[in-house]
């Protein structure tokens, strides 16, 4: 059985819980020490109750909090060459294992397999969770949907999915012309209608939770966001969890098969 909880999710911060068996996984950390604490004590965790934090890109809302909450509690960090390069941090005190982007690997009950995604950062990752024949598949941060990404989603038991924006609400913004265009261009963040169309490309006859987060506060709300993959997969729109910043999403179970 794989449960998974999100600490938050949005520009302020971004973090998700994996667990499966003993282990306890950290997706993220882009938030400081105390908020991250009381956050996980909200799902009923600790640090101590980590296992490890997996990273999927060097931007300040997903590693903000990583590395000193690694350093306290002497969690390992995996991530890519690319990523640790670009956060530029001392690795004194840190327990770093850089991945391959393209090859799966095991902590505990669970198998992890990472995959490349469009995004302006280093060299960035999303990531596929698999134990119990269960699949939970992550998609943030990515501009455009590869036939890989395809490929790495398909057949999910469950998923959480990026819907950053909606792109009339983006145009008529007050944000600057560069800015929207990087929002919207291929390496930015998924648009409502794109994240929809998504899930029409892939199988989702085994999807038991779908989740979308990483919505933009300003340029999206998420009765658009749910309204679209709600359409997609011919489901009533109270089926769909949306990830907050302020809470995320409490704990969702998927099954052992």
């Not at 995959?115 to 501009?143: I, K, N």
Request: glycine content about 8%; charged content about 20%; overall charge negative.
């Amino acid at each position: 059985m794989i449960r998974f909880a999100s600490l938050g999710s949005g520009s302020a911060g971004n973090a998700l819980l994996v667990e499966a068996g003993a282990s306890c996984l950290l997706l993220d950390c882009g938030f400081g020490l105390r908020e991250t604490v009381t956050r996980l004590q909200r799902l009923g965790r600790s640090p101590a109750d980590l296992s490890g934090i997996l990273v999927t890109h060097e931007h300040g809302d997903h590693v903000a909090g990583v590395f000193r909450l690694a350093r306290q509690y002497a969690l390992p960090i995996w991530l890519t060459h690319g990523t640790w390069v670009a956060c530029s941090q001392n690795d004194d005190g840190l327990d770093l294992r850089i991945i391959d982007s393209h090859r799966s690997f095991s902590f505990g009950e669970i198998e992890i397999q990472p995959f490349p995604v469009p995004h302006d950062a280093r060299e960035p990752v999303q990531y596929v969770f698999a134990a119990g024949g269960c699949r939970l598949g992550v998609l943030t941060d990515v501009g455009e949907i590869t036939p890989h990404v395809r490929a790495m989603l398909a057949a999910c038991d469950g998923l959480v999915l990026e819907s950053n924006h909606d792109a009339e609400m983006l145009a008529r913004s007050a944000y600057p012309a560069f800015l929207k265009r990087r929002i919207a261009g291929r390496f930015g963040h998924l648009e409502n209608a794109v994240a929809a169309r998504l899930l029409t490309q892939i199988d989702c006859s085994r999807l038991r939770h779908l989740v979308v987060a990483h919505l933009s506060e300003r340029n999206n709300l998420p009765e658009l966001a749910v309204a679209a993959v709600a359409r997609a997969l011919s489901c009533e729109p109270a089926w769909v969890g949306v990830a907050t910043p302020e809470s995320g999403f409490d704990w969702r179970e998927l099954p052992r098969q």
